[in-house]
């Protein structure tokens, strides 16, 4: 297909919405342990939750997979949901909420634009938190495309936000 239509600069990524097995035990991971608020819950079947005042950024729901074990790592769907913060102190706070609580990580990593920790769900589903760097400080390549990598993310460094 010719390429002869560009999406607008201004779209964004509303809202994902995640089948779970236990719809209580999404609950405890993603309003309490990471601080999304409910805005509105479908009986004991669904929920909907937000960062602020927007209608939903994630939706929950066990219409199809109550009870069901998680999606199979080795197969095609969802690889991580990402949820980005506004600032870097605002990314060490929650990953020293996530460390306080001995929930364990799958990754941190720095890629250039952004630094990164990650972690699976209560279902398996993958979930990044990040937060990006300034545009101008964005990597380049001689070409002017980015130039993003991933290395490890410097955990205690991070911490230095909050810890002084």
Known sequence: MKKDYIIPPQARIGHVHLKVADLERALEFYRDLLGFEVTTMYGSQAAFISAGSYHHHIGLNTWYSKGYPAAPKNGVGLFHTAILYPTRRDLAIIYARLRKAYYPLTGASD????????????????VELYWDRPRELWPKKSDGSLDMFTRALDLDDLMKEIDG
């Open 111 to 126: 890629h250039g634009v952004s630094e990164a920790v990650y972690m699976d769900d209560p279902d398996g589903n993958g």
